[in-house]
């Protein structure tokens, strides 16, 4: 009985619906589960950085239960599925087969708990159509070793069309005309305003900041006034960019600025910024 209530538990906590990851202010979390309890749905407020990404639960408990897992490192007992909800959520994607580490077919497909992967040959396939069961499965392709030479980062896709440079601000950005700034990059609309923004980075910091958030390159995890969960209710608009609040005295803060810059100023500010939005 016991036996078959941890199998259970685990074809629960893979059974996601697959969702990919949008460039929002947001992870979309539509369908995702959390990895511990596979009953429950996963929540943005309750998260744990993890490769890179993010890594969410349905409760506080759940985060500090994982938590405490990887401090095992190679013991840990949840890495497989943190890995398989990374790429479940469209943070990571796939980069070559999970078996051997050669580039993929794409004839050669299996799906693994809600999620398509590719692999090199009918033999790396065969090996995952042979094992016995879900997590027999998903330790093949999402455990550590395999997930390292199978997937990666996904990089955010930027519509630089719907960019104005941070200081022509009329302009359209312009490809290849950007600066590395924050594990992401700044676009401008010419050489000139590059040079200019590489001569005094830190006079344009809080409209990159804005920019890096309004290019999907950031999201937000946080209330940027209060550094508490956001309510979904409690939104404004700053410079084209919806952000969301702890409260309704959040809100009139930001809504009770002076001007659209000021808002600028108050969300996206370096401090403001560090504790609300992340890569």
């Known amino acids: 009985m016991n036996a078959y209530r941890i199998s259970c538990c685990w074809l629960l906590a893979l059974a996601f619906t697959v969702v990919t990851s949008s460039v929002s202010n947001a992870q979309d979390l539509t369908g995702v589960k959390c990895i511990l309890n596979g009953k429950k749905a996963a929540k943005a407020s309750a998260s744990v950085d993890y490769q890179g990404g ?3 639960f349905c409760c506080g408990n759940c985060v500090k239960a994982f938590t405490a897992d990887m401090k095992l490192k190679d013991k840990a007992k949840y890495t497989t599925k943190a890995n398989h909800q990374l790429v479940v959520t469209g943070q990571f994607t796939q980069k070559g087969c999970p078996i051997s580490g050669s580039a993929v077919d794409a004839s050669k497909v299996a ?10 040959c009918g033999n790396c396939l065969g090996k995952v159509n042979k094992a016995e069961g879900l997590e027999a499965k998903a330790a ?5 070793a395999a997930f390292a030479k199978g997937f990666e980062k996904k990089k955010a896709e930027v519509d630089l069309e719907s960019l104005n440079c941070i200081i022509m601000k009329k302009r359209k950005v312009v490809e290849g005309k950007s600066v590395d700034y924050k594990d992401g990059k700044v676009y401008f609309c010419c050489g000139r305003c590059v040079k200019k923004y590489s001569g005094a980075p830190a006079k344009f910091e809080t409209l990159a900041n804005h920019q890096l958030v309004a290019s999907g390159q950031y999201q937000q995890i946080g209330c940027p006034i209060s550094g508490g969960d956001v309510d979904e209710d409690q939104a404004v608009v700053v410079g084209g960019v919806t952000v969301k609040l702890c409260c309704d005295k959040c809100k009139a803060k930001v809504e009770g600025a002076a001007s659209e810059e000021a808002k600028i100023d108050l969300v996206f500010g370096e401090k403001r910024f560090a504790k609300a939005f992340s890569k």
């Open 111 to 120: 799906e693994i708990g809600g999620t398509e992967v590719a692999f090199c």
């Open 140 to 144: 093949l392709v999402f455990s550590k």
């Open 54 to 56: 993010k890594v969410y």
